[in-house]
Structure formats: C-alpha cells, structure tokens
C-alpha cells in the first residue's frame, strides 16, 4: 500500500539554524499539507500546497517558514531560524482531492531545537 | 474559525467493552469528520469518516455518528482488543472552504486485558 514517508525521523538543532523537513508523498496526490503537533498537544494545521503554490496557511505559518515542491516527489518544510518553541512532530499529508478526501499522514519529523 | 473540543482526555476499558469518544465542533459549515488513530511514534491514520449528508457509518467493530442539529460527532469502539489503545483524535473540516482538518486535542485509549 502506498505510504507517505518523511525524513528524516529525528532532528536535533541549535536555535537559530534552518532546517529543512522533507517529505515523500503518495506519487498520485495532488494536495499537500503540513501539520505539527507539540508534545501532548493537538495536531495543527500549518500549510496546505496545490498546484505549486500555497492555498491556506495558518498563523504558525509566519515568515520563517516555507514550503516546496522542488521535483515531482518531495515536498519539503523549511524553517530559516528555528526558536525553541519550534521544537514540536511535523507530519506531513498528503490526499487525491482536495480537503474532503482523505488526508494520508507520514510518521512525522520529531524536531528538537535547543 | 472552527473550533473541536473532544472527550474524554484518556479512556481506560477492559478488553471486549465498548468505547465511546465524543466531539463537538463550533462551525455549522462543517461537513466532514474523520477520526484518526495514532499509536506510538507513528502519524494518525484514518480509521474511519463521515460526511454531514449521513448520520451514522459502520465499519466492522467502529462506527461513527454525527447529530447536525447539536453538532457533535462521536466514535463507537465494540468488542475493543488491547491493539485498539492508541490516541484516537477527531477533526472537522468544511468542503468548499478551508483546506485544513481541525483537530481535537486527542484521547488516549488504554484497553486492558
């Protein structure tokens, strides 16, 4: 069965470093979307992707972060100089049709900035 | 913008009782509500959905119901097994509108032999 991969698994940084989280999605889906959870949080929206733009962005979303799909397969999160809050599981997800059909999430980038 | 709460935080079962987690959503344009599982170190995983034009949805052991009117949903786990603890997370989302899933905060089910 075709699965969203994300690496890497764990990223540890020093605060005010870039990093870049990358993400495989599943080769026929369209939409894209990046979400975070902080530990014993609730997952958050941060960033939905179509057609090689941005469609929604939540306030996270600020300008230290970018999204890209930089070929036909990855599609990646950069953070230009992370703060400690940023420390947090990022998944990424990806689905066929838009918002209603169904979200499939990778295993998530556990990031860790200190 | 839509807001889910969920309940309850944590769920402690024996094995073969019944589970049952509930949402509630703030946002009357919402029209789809998936719920997703999530065991240990991995992503949430869809386990099943349901879109405002039906009330109820079964797949095997699991079944969902939504009530527009008071605008809840709620997850129903029969027969629960040991491999169904795991933190179970409801979401909302509006078709036509906004691209994200809004999440609840999660319950953790813990399902003891």
């Known amino acids: 069965e075709p699965e969203v991969t994300q690496t890497p698994s764990h990223q540890v940084t020093q605060m005010g470093q870039e990093v870049i989280l990358r993400c495989v999605p599943i080769s026929n889906h369209l939409y894209f979307y990046w979400y975070r959870q902080i530990l014993g949080q609730k997952v958050e929206f941060l960033v939905s992707f179509y057609n090689n733009e941005i469609s929604e962005k939540s306030e996270i979303f600020d300008d230290q972060f970018s999204v890209e799909r930089p070929d036909g397969s990855n599609f990646t999160l950069k953070i230009r100089s992370t703060k400690l809050e940023d420390s947090a599981m990022y998944f990424c997800a990806s689905s066929v049709a838009g918002v209603t059909d169904t979200q499939y999430f990778g295993p998530g980038t556990r990031l860790t900035v200190l | 913008g839509e807001n889910v709460e969920q309940h309850p935080s944590t769920l402690s079962v024996q094995e073969g009782d019944s589970a049952v987690i509930k949402c509630t959503y703030s946002d009357s344009a919402s029209n789809y509500f998936p719920w997703y599982k999530q065991e240990l170190g991995k992503g949430p995983q869809l386990i099943i959905d349901?879109?405002?034009?039906?009330g109820e949805k079964k797949d095997q052991r699991i079944a969902v119901t939504l009530n527009k009117t008071a605008k809840h949903f709620s997850l129903h786990i029969t027969e629960t097994q040991p491999e169904d603890s795991a933190v179970y997370f409801c979401?909302?989302?509006?078709?036509?509108?906004?691209?994200?899933?809004?999440f609840g905060k999660g319950t953790k089910l813990t399902v003891n032999p």
């Open positions: 979401a909302a989302s509006t078709q036509g509108g906004s691209e994200k899933l809004v």
């Open positions: 349901i879109r405002s034009n039906v």
